[in-house]
């Protein structure tokens, strides 16, 4: 069962947790100094010479942590990381805590205990340096409850005070860099991708071939400028909401319209790919008030995930269905996805793609949380394969509203 977030940190805060009576882990310990200790560690700290005024004095977030991976000092520019109000109130909790990761909320023994922590740079690093050597990784951060992303570098090295041991570790937001790399790789190799389909029907155009060239020249020009309309409009839209300035347009939308729109869109990568694309067929339409726009850029990535996932000659298939007060699109595929893509799958930057290119899946969740109050999941297993499920109220909620223009 998922805990409460805030409840979770606020306890953490006071805790007195003895280390006989540890929290079970999934990956790094869990056992944590009581308060007590980490007074006194961070008096240890403090008493360094000149420290506080040396670590203030440099651009980089800088804390200092025990060996139970709290915190005991940090520096000014603690305060400069989105979602940080107090950094005084941190001290005690660990790296994940202090940043709001949604998976610090998910175990009992907190940050670097999950499942996900096994995939986590910070984490890694964090470990490495407690071994006696210095490490530098990436390191991706969804906050919750807000649903921000966060891209850090981070760096971690031994550090010991009056034979006790402690790790400095430092941060770098590179949020900003990582996106305008994603953002360009995805420029290049799909706009590049839906020219080349544009240049192919220019030359059969100016061949003068026959009617049937002339049709097909046509057709490839209509389809692969609505690929580029939507894939420019797409990237718009993902950079507005990351801004929080993304309006919400609702509308009455049909299940069934909407089917067939986005079939039409991805028809020719779906040849292309050699796979198949069918709807599973539901007893009735179902209409219901959204943002049309928003909703295909969510349910096309989906779809576009399918598809890429399949092998020649695959099925990917499409559903919807009422469901109580909700309306639930689910698009599966038949290729499974191993735990390591599962543990990471909706952070920005990361991606089965290739380097710098995962937006989808991170636009997917954030675009369904912040503007159209729904939820994006998946199930995936080596017999049955992956399944994303998208669900979204029947009647426009009070979030939407307020983001109406």
């Known amino acids: 069962m998922r805990m409460n977030f805030w409840s979770v940190r606020d306890g953490l805060l006071k805790t007195e947790m003895k280390k006989t009576n540890d929290p079970p882990t999934r990956f790094a310990p869990a056992a944590r100094a009581t308060g007590d200790v980490i007074a006194r560690q961070r008096k240890l700290v403090l008493d360094l010479p000149l420290l506080r005024q040396l670590y203030d004095a440099v651009t980089e977030v800088v804390v200092i942590l025990n060996k139970e991976r709290q915190i005991v000092f940090s520096n000014k520019n603690l305060a400069q990381l989105p979602g940080i109000t107090d950094p005084a109130t941190l001290h005690g909790l660990r790296p994940g805590e202090a940043l709001n990761c949604v ?4 175990s009992p023994g907190g940050c670097g205990t999950t499942d996900f922590c096994a995939t986590c740079g910070a984490v890694a690093a964090i470990l490495a340096s407690q071994a006696g050597g210095e490490e530098i990784r990436e390191s991706r951060i969804l906050q919750g409850p807000s649903g921000d992303a966060l891209d850090l570098l981070v760096r971690a090295s031994p550090l010991e005070i009056q034979g006790e041991q402690f790790t400095i570790f430092t ?9 305008r790399r994603a953002l360009e790789r995805i420029f290049f190799h799909d706009i590049l991708n839906t020219v080349s389909s544009l240049r ?3 030359r059969i155009l100016e061949s003068h071939g026959s009617t049937s060239h002339l049709d097909k020249a046509r057709k490839m020009i209509s389809e692969a400028t609505a690929m580029l309309w939507d894939e420019l409009n797409s990237q718009r839209d993902l950079t507005a909401a990351e801004n929080n300035e993304l309006s919400v347009h609702p509308s009455l939308v049909s ?19 050699g796979c198949r694309l069918q709807v599973v067929s539901t007893s009735e339409d179902v209409s219901f008030q959204s943002d049309r726009t928003i909703l295909s850029r969510i349910l096309g990535n989906m779809l576009k995930n399918a598809i890429e996932a399949s092998e020649p000659g695959d099925a990917a298939t499409f559903c919807y269905r009422k469901a109580d007060d909700k309306v639930e699109f689910r698009i599966h595929n038949q290729t499974f996805m191993p735990r390591e893509v599962q543990l990471q799958l909706f952070k920005r930057s990361f991606s089965t793609k290739g ?4 937006l989808g899946t991170y636009s997917m969740k954030l675009l ?7 939820t994006v999941s998946f199930i995936t297993s080596e017999s049955e ?4 499920s998208a669900c979204f109220p029947l009647e426009l909620t009070a979030e939407m509203r307020e983001r109406q223009n």
């Open 171 to 179: 941060l770098t937001d590179i949020s900003d860099q990582k996106r």
């Open 200 to 202: 192919l029907a220019s």
């Open 368 to 374: 369904s949380e912040r503007y159209l109050q729904g």
């Open 103 to 106: 998976h610090a909320s998910q």
């Open 385 to 388: 394969g992956t399944t994303f």
């Open 255 to 273: 299940a069934e319209s909407l089917w067939q729109e986005l079939s039409e869109l991805y028809h020719e990568y779906v040849i292309e790919k």
């Open 355 to 358: 380097y710098g290119r995962g």
